[in-house]
Structures are given as structure tokens and as C-alpha cells.
């Protein structure tokens, strides 16, 4: 069997679809050796990382603009992936909901997320351009559909009309690194690098709208005015802009930017809890790798983070600061609550496993293609 896979979201700092992608390739060729995976990629200016792929792997890397090439996929479903990979493909793999285009090939997408379709206003220009107007006939069109949640899956159904048949619920799995044990050396030399103390309150995640970020400030500004010596907190993802100056026993808001996993462990190792108050999630990475990393968590009660979460973490309304402030301030007061959390969230963590996640992938993959 030979498969098409875009792996273009993984090609610079994955996060999101792009921590998917990666998830799938490093595993898929080693668990069906028999099988051939062509890997797309394609930029201008970005080369996709060079690594040691199996035998049974072919990257294709093309120079070519990325905004022409997904106005010529979605839009007019030309050039097709085999002409592009010189290769005749048996099925196609999209990692997001928009098909990419081959001749003769069975086609799978992956859906994420539809906020986009219920919030455009929240939504970034080219993703309301492109997946709104189009995600309902391309999905149509696929022979399979992977939702990485339940929640995803209902969505799919109401908003989508997907026959149920056609969808397959596999959810996304957690960087073996997360679950690692971490020496206390290599903590200190991550926090003394990016000049960030321990104990602190940890946000992960993109600065969009639906991340609700301006709760998440107005909430813990609230609570350090009515708490004494609250921990900063520390923003992984957005940029210095969102940071917010203090004193050694006020509020004070750090922004560090991107991180790489073996960071993103360092930090979750040294800090007090995760909080993620997302107006939505089709899953909710962080919380995931929070629970794998043995750090509680506060998060958002409803669509897939009450779902991954699995009674292993502090549940929030993310419309209401108060109650995102009172669900931090329980954790940090409450060491019963946190050591419980922790344990709790370890067991949870243990069914998000990418080794699973590729194997339950290469199952649709058969079932697509049939006899």
C-alpha cells in the first residue's frame, strides 16, 4: 500500500496539528513495514527537518508557495498529491479538514476542532476563508473521517451531517518525554535559562481568541490582588507582549514564547498547576501532557478538555474570571487536592499514547481501503 501523508503543519515549531503530524510519522512506518508512506512537504522558504527516516519512507519536499498551494488544492483540487510525489498512491492522508487532492486514492481527514464554524468572528482570516465555505463538501467527499475526540465526532454529526459509519474516533497521544522522569539538575538549568522561578501557574498554548487569554489575565490579576505571594504566570506560546511586570510579592505575568518538549518538561516539573480556560478544544494537548507530566490542572468544564481531563482535573467556566481565579487558588491551597490530582492524572494521562494512536490510525487506514 502506498500512502500520502501532508506533513506540512509539522514543518516549523508543531504545535496543534502540527504535534499530531509528528506523532503519526515517527510511528507509522515502523509499525506497517510492508507499507510505503510518501511525506509532502512544501515551502518557498523552509526546508522540512532532515532526519533518518525507514526505508519505506520517501520525503517529498517542493519549493512552492504554501498560499498558492492551498488555494489550488482547495479551491480547484489540482496539482493532485501522486503527480507531485511521482508515485501512484493507494490513500491519501490530510491532517486537517480540507481533502489534498489524488487521483485514483482513497481520501482520510482529520478533524480537530469546528470552532471556526460556530465562531468565524474568532477565528484567524485564512482558516475563515478557506475551511468555513469549504470543510462541509470536503469531508463529504472523504471516504473516512478521524476525530480526535468524542466531542469532535458529535460535532462532526451536527454540524456536518457525517454519517457515523464514515467516522472513526482515535484520540491524540502524549510525547514519551512528558511521562520521563526528569533530573532536578536539568530543571534548574532550563528555569535558569529562561529566568523563570519554580512553583509557577503555566499556561501552554496559542494567543487565538477561543485560548481566552484575556480572562486568564484579568483572573489571575484578581486573584494575586486578594492572595499573598501568588506564583507568576508563565505563558508558553505568546509573545513578550502579553507579559506584565511586578514585584517579588505582586502579579507578574511572564511571556517565554515557544518551547521544545524537553523545555516544555522542564517547566511542567517545576511548576504548581496548568491552567488552560480555552473557550473551546477539540482536544486539549496541554492538559494531556500537564496530566502526563504528574502537574494539576485547571481547565474549562465542557467540549473536549472536560473529556481528556477525566475527573483528574479542576474544572472551570471559562466566561466567568472569578471562577477561573477560585479553581487556581484551590489548587495552589489545597496540597491534598494537587497530590490528588496528580495521581489521578497520571492513570488518565495513560490512554493518550501515540504508539496506540498510530496503530488505531493504520487500522482506519485498512478499513477505508477494504478488501
Given at each position: 500500500m502506498n500512502i500520502g501523508f501532508d506533513v506540512r503543519p509539522s514543518l516549523a515549531r508543531p504545535t496543534g496539528?502540527?504535534?499530531?503530524?509528528?506523532?503519526?510519522?515517527?510511528?507509522?512506518?515502523?509499525?506497517?513495514?510492508?507499507?510505503?508512506?510518501y511525506y509532502f512537504s512544501a515551502s518557498l522558504r523552509d526546508r522540512y527537518p532532515v532526519r533518518a527516516w525507514p526505508s519505506n519512507v520517501t520525503l517529498v519536499d517542493r519549493r512552492l508557495p504554501v498560499r498558492a498551494l492551498n488555494f489550488a488544492w482547495n479551491r480547484l483540487g489540482w496539482p493532485s498529491l501522486d503527480m507531485l510525489a511521482r508515485a501512484s498512491l493507494d490513500l491519501v492522508h490530510s491532517p486537517h479538514p480540507l481533502l489534498v487532492p489524488a487521483r485514483k486514492a482513497k481520501h482520510i481527514v482529520t478533524l480537530h476542532d469546528l470552532f471556526f464554524l460556530k465562531h468565524p468572528e474568532m477565528t484567524e482570516a485564512e482558516i475563515r476563508r478557506d475551511y468555513a465555505p469549504l470543510v462541509a463538501k470536503h469531508v463529504r467527499r472523504a471516504d473516512g473521517v478521524i476525530c480526535v475526540s468524542e466531542h469532535t465526532a458529535s460535532e462532526a454529526r451536527l454540524?456536518?451531517?457525517?454519517?457515523?459509519?464514515?467516522i472513526a474516533v482515535i484520540p491524540n497521544g502524549v510525547d514519551p518525554a512528558y511521562r520521563s522522569p526528569i533530573a532536578p539538575e536539568a530543571v534548574d538549568v532550563v528555569l535558569a535559562r529562561r529566568r523563570l522561578p519554580k512553583g509557577a501557574i503555566l499556561y501552554v498554548g496559542t494567543e487565538d481568541k477561543r485560548k481566552n487569554l484575556v480572562n486568564l489575565a484579568m483572573a489571575y490579576m484578581g486573584l494575586a490582588r486578594r492572595r499573598k505571594r501568588t506564583p507568576p504566570l508563565v505563558l508558553v506560546g505568546p509573545g513578550s507582549w502579553w507579559a506584565q511586570g511586578g514585584t517579588d510579592v505582586g502579579p507578574q505575568i511572564r511571556a517565554v514564547g515557544y518551547l521544545e518538549t524537553s523545555e516544555m518538561r522542564a517547566l511542567m516539573a517545576a511548576s504548581a498547576l496548568l491552567v488552560l480556560p480555552s473557550l473551546e478544544e477539540g482536544f486539549g494537548l496541554p492538559v494531556a501532557e500537564a496530566m502526563a507530566a504528574g502537574l494539576p490542572v485547571v481547565c474549562s468544564r465542557g467540549s473536549a478538555l472536560e473529556e481528556v481531563a477525566g475527573g483528574a482535573a479542576t474544572l472551570v467556566n471559562p466566561l466567568d474570571t472569578r471562577s477561573i481565579a477560585d479553581g487556581m487558588e484551590r489548587v495552589l491551597d489545597d496540597p491534598a487536592l494537587a497530590d490528588a490530582q496528580r495521581r489521578r492524572g497520571l492513570e488518565q494521562s495513560r490512554q493518550f499514547d501515540w504508539d496506540t494512536t498510530a496503530a488505531r490510525t493504520l487500522e482506519f487506514y485498512r478499513r477505508v481501503l477494504g478488501p
Amino acid at each position: 500500500m502506498n500512502i500520502g501523508f501532508d506533513v506540512r503543519p509539522s514543518l516549523a515549531r508543531p504545535t496543534g496539528v502540527g504535534t499530531y503530524v509528528l506523532g503519526l510519522v515517527q510511528r507509522l512506518p515502523s509499525s506497517a513495514p510492508d507499507h510505503h508512506f510518501y511525506y509532502f512537504s512544501a515551502s518557498l522558504r523552509d526546508r522540512y527537518p532532515v532526519r533518518a527516516w525507514p526505508s519505506n519512507v520517501t520525503l517529498v519536499d517542493r519549493r512552492l508557495p504554501v498560499r498558492a498551494l492551498n488555494f489550488a488544492w482547495n479551491r480547484l483540487g489540482w496539482p493532485s498529491l501522486d503527480m507531485l510525489a511521482r508515485a501512484s498512491l493507494d490513500l491519501v492522508h490530510s491532517p486537517h479538514p480540507l481533502l489534498v487532492p489524488a487521483r485514483k486514492a482513497k481520501h482520510i481527514v482529520t478533524l480537530h476542532d469546528l470552532f471556526f464554524l460556530k465562531h468565524p468572528e474568532m477565528t484567524e482570516a485564512e482558516i475563515r476563508r478557506d475551511y468555513a465555505p469549504l470543510v462541509a463538501k470536503h469531508v463529504r467527499r472523504a471516504d473516512g473521517v478521524i476525530c480526535v475526540s468524542e466531542h469532535t465526532a458529535s460535532e462532526a454529526r451536527l454540524l456536518l451531517d457525517v454519517p457515523p459509519a464514515k467516522i472513526a474516533v482515535i484520540p491524540n497521544g502524549v510525547d514519551p518525554a512528558y511521562r520521563s522522569p526528569i533530573a532536578p539538575e536539568a530543571v534548574d538549568v532550563v528555569l535558569a535559562r529562561r529566568r523563570l522561578p519554580k512553583g509557577a501557574i503555566l499556561y501552554v498554548g496559542t494567543e487565538d481568541k477561543r485560548k481566552n487569554l484575556v480572562n486568564l489575565a484579568m483572573a489571575y490579576m484578581g486573584l494575586a490582588r486578594r492572595r499573598k505571594r501568588t506564583p507568576p504566570l508563565v505563558l508558553v506560546g505568546p509573545g513578550s507582549w502579553w507579559a506584565q511586570g511586578g514585584t517579588d510579592v505582586g502579579p507578574q505575568i511572564r511571556a517565554v514564547g515557544y518551547l521544545e518538549t524537553s523545555e516544555m518538561r522542564a517547566l511542567m516539573a517545576a511548576s504548581a498547576l496548568l491552567v488552560l480556560p480555552s473557550l473551546e478544544e477539540g482536544f486539549g494537548l496541554p492538559v494531556a501532557e500537564a496530566m502526563a507530566a504528574g502537574l494539576p490542572v485547571v481547565c474549562s468544564r465542557g467540549s473536549a478538555l472536560e473529556e481528556v481531563a477525566g475527573g483528574a482535573a479542576t474544572l472551570v467556566n471559562p466566561l466567568d474570571t472569578r471562577s477561573i481565579a477560585d479553581g487556581m487558588e484551590r489548587v495552589l491551597d489545597d496540597p491534598a487536592l494537587a497530590d490528588a490530582q496528580r495521581r489521578r492524572g497520571l492513570e488518565q494521562s495513560r490512554q493518550f499514547d501515540w504508539d496506540t494512536t498510530a496503530a488505531r490510525t493504520l487500522e482506519f487506514y485498512r478499513r477505508v481501503l477494504g478488501p
